[in-house]
């Protein structure tokens, strides 16, 4: 949902400011629930099953929003977006994790990232090839085209990508595992000391999680506290430099700017996201060879 969009639909069912404003800031309250109930999904039906449900709840938002004649049906649409974006939010670097070696770790999860700014970048282009089109019919289709990428999403998860080999070690299904290792790491490496390895680490966890279980958070050590203060204030950093608001309201910035041309509002627009969109290709390139750290204090001191 750009922010081009969001205007047509104000304007097309007559949605106060109040409305429109609940309606785009409410897609992160709905993610976090997606995102708490993927781990369930996650675990009990594996990874690509969880694609795939994540991928089943944005179609079916997708359509409720684009056919929406009331704000109800709108916010129903929002609902399920929501959820489902934050589900594969949460399942996506944990899948990468999970099936890519650790030398190319860092490079591979920030194609996570690279697919929602190149889904930002097209929202874009589409605004302005959708253009001609009467208002009320455009934010429509414009909408609707959202539903391209989940089909194509459930279609690789069914036919093209491998089932998380840590996933099926925890099912005990131990050929399976050792089969997508075997695609997945070159000819010729032991494979075997990985599933073992995979199997220790599931086995710590279980005994880790068994005597200790929630304690570790409630009542955590100096390095688990540090862990969660880090991970925690990563995720306030992100947010509180305050990214989404500049993302979501760009269109009225622009008016404000002066950019009362619709076509030029959505080129300025393409402009950003591509510029955005670069910057990640270049932090992915940086990630396994610069390390995490430096790259995320140098993106923090560019938010001062």
Known sequence: MNTGTADLIQDSLDLSDTQLEIFIGSINIFGMVGALGASFVCDTYGRRSAFRFAAYLFIVGVFCTAVANSYAVLMMGRVLVGIGVGSGLAIDPLYIAEISPSAHRGNLVTWSELAINLGIVLGFISLLAYSPIEDDAQWRLMVATGNILPFVM????????????????????????????????????????????????????????????????????????????????????????????????????????????TNERALWLILFSVLKFSFILVAAHLFDKKGRRPLFIFSLSGEL
């Not at 599931?202 to 279980?213: F, M, Q, T």
């Not at 304690?215 to 989404?244: E, F, K, L, N, Y």
């Open 154 to 261: 459930i279609y690789l998860s069914l036919y093209v990508m491998p089932e998380s080999p840590r996933w099926l070690v925890s099912q005990n299904k131990l050929e399976e595992a050792t089969q997508v290792l075997r695609d997945l790491y070159p000819a010729g490496y032991d494979v075997a000391s990985v599933v073992k390895e995979i199997q220790s680490s599931i086995d710590e966890e279980k005994l880790v999680e068994k005597n200790v279980g929630w304690d570790a958070i409630i009542s955590p050590t100096p390095a688990v506290r540090r862990m969660i203060v880090v991970g925690i204030g990563s995720a306030i950093a992100q947010q509180i430099c305050g990214i989404d608001a500049i993302q979501y309201y760009l269109v009225e910035i622009l008016e404000e700017s002066g950019v009362d041309d």
